[in-house]
């Protein structure tokens, strides 16, 4: 049979109009009183792996809930997650945000909503003043934005100077200069003016600045200046990408001559390993390096542990890592919301969102907060706070900051 | 020219479009108003692009250069130094038209041919964008947060929602009219002249320097008019989507999905992608992810097998079809 214009267009025609169906179809006949929540998540795009991580974990937490009787509070009403897909993009995280609250009236919105998200959904929710919790974004400029990402401030900048601090002060590391070496985008930029000014307070001198290029197939030339300046710590925020090709330029230039510490994912992440494979990750990896993150399974704190088995036996989830970790969080968070509101008017919702408290040692607080989880004035988490870890030769990691959860002191310089 | 303009200028169809288009806003609900909003974005943008790419056929890719400058300068000129928004909008037009003259006169010195124009306009794209996040001035990476619209008119505010619409619904009929206005006009001969055969054109004394750069600065100065209306309803100046080379890819797939070269190609071009495109991540996006731009990209693939010249021709085509027995007579 030969395909003309005409039989090509009709079958393309078809193809389309299936899957638009679909979800109509799906929805006849399924209402039921529930308690909606709008996910916008970055299910594809640059994002992805933050949301396509999380959100089974996510899901998997509200049908947990829903499973044990729903929101008591609220005559056990379940919740329903109305989720929706961003890809990656500020703008389409507003229209979608916009068609959850206008089209499918959700009572809640959330989802990964990175800062730069977070900015786009401003007009959004204080128009619309719907609550929303974003699991990530590093700032909040809307009454109605709460979040649990690490402020750039008091989070990434703040953990990151007081370990390094605490080389220098408590292990007697010999560290006198800095590099500052981070992704040069959004996050980077902002945790980096702030680190700045936090290590010059603490007699550090910054000898440097090594921005990396996030489009840029090669941090060689990055490295090479690194070499050159020779400080005694580099130090930044480096996204997963560069933090690999960072690690391999130092590979190859046999560099050792820094310690080098940095959040979150570039130096913390398990897929380094794959993506440096075992020889580069054993030399660059376990030799001078410490990672700043969020989650480590070996971290001694009881509920982190749970949650992580839990998620893996029960859930049958593979990829457990501090994406999965902070979704979970986030569905306790909007769990205490609900329960706690007076009603599911935007108003009282507002106010359970600002006295969310998750104490320390609570069944329910999967994250590393030694002083619990709870939101300050400017509706970031009032202990910002995160841990570092050394990696093993095993590809295991060792907690080694703060104090109350690490596992080891930190490796000597080598 | 001025015939064929004022025809369109008194059309019945052209205002009773209009006023049905403004009416909108009290009839759908704020997300599809919003997707009304963006459509017209690009039918202004993609408008603005077909003086240059559809007409004068240089298909330039800096087009998110002057859409970067008309909304991240003018913001930027808002927030670092109090200028507003309207003065930032002339500013930020003229800047993009001198830039505009720029790449129109090196396109013309050095002779360069159609890959080598494209190169060097991604060229130019890339240094603004490298720029623009590299420099704090203009937000670096962050970007910039404008403040709320509170509907103030001297400011460039417009009240959100419903008055952001009218407001770009305004912007693309007055894109839409220059390029009626352009393409009946000695102007449009030119261009076309110089895009079906350049050195003929230039043999039979068409001023090829001249017209480059006319319809390159007419076309970058309404670009920046637009990023600046653009960013001013987004409240969020997000570097990585108004300067990326990206939306300049966008405008140029509408326009050649609409009818490139044609003044109302481009409009439909983006009147019909940018719903379908909203609409289908709506509806698909937590379903599988991706999958809409699968079929995104179907429908895209499919128009241009069926109707390599825009959809625009097709319909004019099946009008006719449609029209001609009644012309003939037949019953």
């Known amino acids: 049979m030969t395909m003309t214009r005409r039989t090509f267009g009709l079958g393309a025609s078809a193809v389309l109009a299936g899957p638009i169906a679909a979800p109509f179809i799906r929805g006849a006949g399924a209402a039921e009183p529930a308690i909606r929540i709008g996910m916008v998540n970055s299910m594809s795009g640059g994002l992805a792996a933050y949301a396509q991580e999380g959100q089974p974990a996510f899901e998997y937490i509200i049908k947990k809930i829903n499973a044990e009787g729903g929101i008591k509070s609220k005559g056990g009403a379940k919740i329903e997650l109305v989720l929706a897909d961003d890809t990656s993009q500020p703008a389409r995280t507003a229209a979608e945000a916009r068609r959850l609250i206008t089209e499918e009236k959700v009572q809640l919105l959330t989802g990964t909503i990175l800062s730069a998200q977070m900015l786009a959904l401003t007009p959004v929710v204080d128009e619309a003043k719907i609550p929303t919790l974003s699991v990530w974004a590093g700032g909040s400029q809307s009454n109605y934005m709460f979040t649990l990402g690490y402020p750039y401030d008091r989070g990434y900048a703040q953990t990151m100077h007081d370990f390094v601090i605490s080389l220098r002060d408590d292990f007697k590391f010999p560290i006198k200069t800095a590099v500052m070496a981070y992704s040069n985008y959004e996050a980077g930029q902002q945790s980096n003016k702030f680190l700045v000014e936090k290590l010059k307070a603490s007699g550090i001198q910054i000898i440097g600045e090594a921005a990396l290029d996030i489009r840029a197939q090669d941090q060689t030339a990055a490295m090479v200046r690194i070499r050159s300046l020779k400080p005694d710590v580099v130090v930044g925020l480096v996204t997963p990408r560069d933090g690999i090709l960072l690690h391999q330029a130092r590979y190859n230039l046999n560099y050792h001559g820094s310690i080098f510490c940095g959040g979150t994912g570039g130096y913390s992440d398990l897929s380094l390993w794959k993506d440096l494979g075992p020889e580069i990750g054993k030399a660059v990896l376990t030799r001078n390096l410490f990672g700043m993150t969020g989650f480590s399974a070996g971290a001694k704190i009881e509920s982190m542990q749970k949650i992580v088995t839990e998620l893996h036996d029960v859930a049958k989830l593979e990829k457990i890592g501090q994406g999965a970790v902070q979704y979970a969080q986030a569905a306790r968070v909007l769990q205490q919301v609900l329960e706690n509101a007076k009603s599911l008017q935007s108003d009282a919702l507002l106010e359970a969102l600002k006295n969310v408290n998750i104490p320390a040692g609570d069944p329910n607080l999967y994250i590393a907060k030694p002083k619990g989880l709870q939101f300050a004035e400017d509706r970031l988490l009032k202990d910002g706070s995160a841990m570092f870890i050394q990696w093993t030769p095993e590809q295991a990691q060792q907690v080694v900051f703060p104090k109350e959860f690490a596992q080891v002191p930190p490796r000597p310089k080598s | ?331």
């Open chain 2, 1 to 331: 020219m001025r015939e064929e303009f004022y025809k369109t200028l008194s059309s019945p169809i052209w205002w009773g479009a209009l006023v049905i288009a403004a009416i909108m806003p009290f009839v759908l609900s704020s997300y599809y108003v919003h997707i009304l909003t963006l459509a017209l974005v690009y039918v202004a943008l993609a408008s603005s692009w077909n003086i240059v790419g559809g007409m004068a056929g240089q298909i330039s890719l800096a087009h998110s250069l002057f859409i970067g400058i008309g909304s991240m300068f003018s913001a930027a000129l808002l927030l670092k130094l109090g200028i507003n928004m309207w003065f930032g909008l002339v500013i930020s037009a003229l800047i993009s038209g001198i830039l505009g003259a720029v790449i129109a006169w090196i396109d013309f010195r050095f002779q360069l041919g159609h890959l080598s124009f494209v190169l060097i306009t991604l060229a130019f794209a890339e240094m603004g964008s490298i720029v623009v996040e590299g420099w704090d001035f203009l937000g670096g990476a962050s970007g910039l947060l404008l403040p709320k619209d509170t509907g103030n008119f001297l400011a460039f505010q417009f009240g959100g929602g419903h008055g952001a619409f009218w407001m770009m619904l305004g912007l693309a009929a007055i894109c839409v009219l220059v390029n009626v206005a352009i393409l009946n006009s000695p102007l449009g001969y030119y261009l076309r002249t110089i895009r079906d055969n350049e050195k003929a054109a230039q043999a039979i004394g068409v001023n090829i320097l001249r017209y480059k750069i006319t319809a390159m600065v007419i076309s970058a100065m309404l670009a920046s008019v637009v990023g600046t209306a653009y960013v001013r309803y987004l409240t969020f100046a997000d570097p990585y989507l108004l300067i990326s080379p990206v939306i300049t890819i966008e405008i140029v797939l509408f326009a050649t999905v609409g009818g490139l070269g044609r003044a109302y190609g481009p409009a439909l071009g983006a009147l019909l992608l940018v719903p379908l495109g909203e609409i289908l991540r709506g509806k698909l996006g937590s379903t599988l992810p991706g999958l809409h731009y699968f079929i995104y990209g179907i429908v895209v693939i499919s128009v241009i097998l069926v109707t390599p010249r825009g959809l625009l021709p097709l319909f004019e085509r099946l009008w006719a079809r449609w029209r001609g027995p009644a012309v003939a007579g037949k019953p």
